[in-house]
């Protein structure tokens, strides 16, 4: 895995459409943010639909270099499969680590999503 750099490029045209997801978070992306702002997941600071590179990703902590998916039904697709394959495996080329959750994960396990999260913070220590 490369080092991220301190500063991550991204295109400045996805600023807007960033701002946009943010103001229709789906109830999922809703339910994960309230357990994840204000720094509640083990002191870390999380931001929402943060771009990097050519893509936004659902939350992104900066320290942990971490970034959360929660994919919804239009995820289960072949096309989209492949497309979130790519991006992934772009942003990790950066120095990214993925969390990746259903909708329905999140909003019906929502304990075992955020025990999840925990456990990778504490086998990812920062250094």
């Known amino acids: 895995m490369g080092k991220t750099p ?7 045209k996805l600023k807007a459409i960033a701002r946009r997801l943010r103001n229709n978070m789906t109830p999922a992306e809703i339910t994960l943010w ?3 702002k204000g720094k509640q997941m083990a002191g870390f600071d999380f931001d929402r639909q943060k771009p990097i590179d050519e893509y936004i990703v ?10 959360i998916e929660v994919d919804g039904s239009s995820h289960n697709c072949k096309e989209s499969q492949i497309q979130d394959r ?3 495996s772009r942003l990790e080329s950066l120095g990214i680590n993925f969390l990746r959750f259903q909708n329905s994960e999140v909003q019906h396990e929502t304990e075992a999503v955020l025990t999840t999260i925990r456990a990778w913070i504490s086998s990812h220590p920062v250094r």
């Open 6 to 12: 301190d500063f991550l490029p991204y295109n400045p």
């Open 58 to 67: 659902d939350f992104y902590c900066k320290r942990l270099k971490l970034a």
């Open 86 to 88: 790519y991006r992934q």
């Open 34 to 36: 309230q357990h994840l």
